[in-house]
């Protein structure tokens, strides 16, 4: 037994020293420390000093952590932006490609549908996809139909209203939104999406067919060339 290092802890502890900096005196386990002073009684002096010091222990910690991670937010901060700055201008070509792979990834392609139908909920990507519908496919402003999916009849009024400013497409062009309450998702969904999912319809089975050739090029394009 490490009969001078007991002894010593037990003077520092009775000194209103905390394990910690016992800790850092001695070359002891911590342990060993906790048997060495578990009967030791100390005034009410003592015990506020340790209190204090274990709070500003505490509050160091804390605010190294809080220092910690105001600098990753702040780095990825810079590299949000840096890397906002490297997409300037959207070319037409580009923007053709963009609403290609857009279309491909989430509009529907069944071989039975007739329609143009294209479903999101991310109001920016609804707006890219707007402008790909007008400037790329030349899509006549009346033939746009939009149906939204709520998760609450309070809140179909407010989505139509919300979903016509984004895609500049009056209420009048609005197919009846479909209403959805599920007693177990109905909090979370309307918490995840709070003016539910927009769908935009073109009743053009000619751009269908020509969204499906511009997706089957990109394909063939994408497997012909080297990695």
């Keep these: 037994m490490k009969v001078k ?4 802890a037990t003077r520092l502890r009775k000194s209103g020293l905390t394990y910690k900096e016992i800790l850092n005196k001695l070359s002891a386990s911590k342990s060993s420390l906790s048997y060495w002073l578990r009967d030791i009684e100390l005034s009410q002096d003592q015990l506020a000093r340790i209190r204090y010091k274990t709070d500003k ?4 910690f804390v605010n190294y952590n809080i220092s910690k991670k105001r600098q990753a937010d702040d780095r990825k901060k ?3 932006n840096n890397a906002a700055k490297e997409i ?3 070319s037409g070509k580009e923007l053709k490609l ?5 279309y491909w990834a989430e509009g529907y392609k069944g071989l039975a549908w007739k329609s143009v139908s294209f479903t999101n909920t991310d109001s920016e990507m609804v707006k890219l996809m707007m402008r790909w519908f007008r400037t790329v496919c030349n899509v006549d402003e009346n033939k746009f139909r939009i149906r939204i999916q709520c998760h609450g ?3 179909v009024k407010e989505a139509e209203e919300y979903w016509s400013k984004i895609t500049g497409i009056p209420t009048s062009q609005f197919i009846k939104s479909y209403v959805k309450i599920s007693p177990t998702s109905k909090k979370k969904m309307g918490n995840l999406v709070p003016y539910g999912i927009c769908n935009i319809r073109i009743a053009d089975i000619l751009l269908l067919t ?3 050739g511009w997706i089957c090029g990109i394909s063939m394009a994408s497997s012909s060339s080297p990695v």
Excluded: V
């Excluded at 290092?5 to 010593?8: A, D, S, Y």
């Excluded at 222990?57 to 160091?60: A, G, R, S, T, V």
């Excluded at 963009?98 to 857009?102: D, F, K, P, R, T």
């Design 5 to 8: 290092e007991r002894e010593e």
């Design 57 to 60: 222990i505490k509050e160091k």
């Design 210 to 212: 020509k969204i499906k």
């Design 78 to 80: 810079d590299i949000l």
């Design 88 to 90: 300037d201008k959207i």
């Design 98 to 102: 963009i609403g290609i792979a857009l």
């Design 153 to 155: 009849m309070e809140k």
